[in-house]
């Protein structure tokens, strides 16, 4: 039963990641591909038996998993104009500037001279 829910949750988590394009499911169904991973290979009796499979399954699935961020990663293109901003994401923005230009003013400020 717990060998069920291990696969369920990372294969679940995984395809959600692709699904959705979300980074941080992605890391978590890598977390829990290595412990089903580690699961398999503590209830491997003999070599080549189910478990000792499993295990080189989803120790596999979780290289793919770690890697799959990069994969997803957007790519923006030569000319390319930036998407429009809506009312939250542009005053998001406009704070975030804030606060950069406040930090560059106090860096200049209080940071060591040469």
């Not at 890391?27 to 080549?48: D, E, I, P, R």
């Not at 429009?84 to 998001?92: K, P």
Request: glycine share 6%.
């Amino acid at each position: 039963m717990t060998l069920i829910a291990f696969i369920v949750l990372a294969l679940g988590m995984m395809i959600a990641a692709f699904a959705i394009r979300r980074k941080v499911l992605a890391f978590a169904s890598t977390g829990t591909w290595m412990v089903l991973a580690v699961y398999a290979y503590n209830k491997a009796v003999t070599s080549w038996d189910i478990y000792y499979t499993l295990f080189f399954l989803a120790g596999g699935l979780a290289l793919v998993c770690a890697f799959e961020p990069f994969i997803m990663r957007e790519r923006k293109e030569e000319g390319e104009e930036e998407p429009e901003l809506d009312e939250e994401d542009r005053a998001f923005k406009e704070e975030t500037e804030t606060m950069q230009k406040e930090r560059d003013n106090y860096r200049h400020l209080y940071g060591r001279r040469r």
